[in-house]
């Protein structure tokens, strides 16, 4: 089992900042990739980067150049995920995932934090 919980959402102008983070837990060690998805009001939730625990991301699109994923000192238990040029379609609910691959395979998803961009 892994724990995640996500914090650092907020409102800001857009043109802002945000950093989010998650806290992983329980058997991390298993943690193949991490990464953080978004759920706007009345949309699907979509991945928004993902970082392997070697350290290899990948990014969407519409936030490449803008977002960056990393971990806290190279240790997994702790994932960022620094928002700059923040633009008001960045609007959702962002969520933390981590992903156990194999035949006993799982993903594993926190309850989300909120971020709102005012235009």
């Known amino acids: 089992q892994v724990q995640l919980v996500e914090s650092g959402g907020g409102l800001v102008q857009a043109g802002g900042s945000l950093r989010l983070s998650c806290l992983a837990s329980?058997?991390?060690?298993?943690?193949?990739?991490m990464g953080w998805y978004r759920q706007a009001p009345g949309k699907q939730r979509e991945l928004v980067a993902t970082i392997t625990s070697g350290g290899i991301t990948n990014y969407a699109d519409s936030v490449k150049g803008r977002f960056t994923i990393s971990y806290r000192d190279n240790n997994i238990n702790t994932m960022y995920l620094q928002m700059n040029s923040l633009k008001p379609e960045d609007t959702a609910a962002y969520y933390c995932n981590a992903v156990i691959i194999g035949p006993h395979g799982t993903d594993y998803w926190g309850k989300g934090t909120l971020v709102t961009v005012s235009s």
């Open positions: 329980g058997s991390v060690f298993s943690v193949n990739v």
